[in-house]
């Protein structure tokens, strides 16, 4: 699987993305985002906020996640 980070998630990790396997007990989109925090420091308790795209396309929390799809964490987007 591929994760992207873009924006302040990028920032916090310091990259653009990372490679990763899941393990079998992540399925969804939430169990990924639950794994990320545990797993990526930077990123513990910041991820509730961020909208996660699956394969190009905004996920919900109950989408399944497979180790082929690229995950794509966006972070909200604040203007003026």
Same mark, same amino acid.
Do not use: I, K, Q
């Given at each position: 699987?591929?994760?992207?980070?873009?924006? /302040?998630?990028?920032?916090?990790? &310091? !990259?653009? +993305? %990372?490679?990763?396997?899941? #393990?079998?007990?992540? +399925?969804?989109?939430?169990?990924?985002? +639950?794994?990320? +925090? !545990?797993?990526?420091?930077?990123?513990?308790?910041?991820?509730?906020?961020? !909208?996660?795209? !699956?394969?190009?396309?905004?996920?919900? %929390?109950?989408?399944?996640?497979?180790? &082929?799809?690229?995950? /794509?964490?966006? #972070? #909200?987007?604040?203007?003026?």
């Amino acid at each position: 699987m591929t994760v992207l980070y873009f924006a /302040a998630t990028r920032d916090l990790v &310091g !990259r653009g +993305e %990372d490679r990763l396997t899941l #393990p079998t007990n992540v +399925e969804t989109v939430s169990e990924f985002r +639950e794994h990320l +925090e !545990r797993t990526v420091p930077a990123l513990a308790g910041r991820l509730a906020s961020v !909208r996660v795209a !699956r394969n190009e396309e905004f996920a919900s %929390d109950a989408d399944p996640v497979t180790d &082929g799809d690229v995950l /794509a964490l966006v #972070p #909200p987007v604040a203007g003026g």
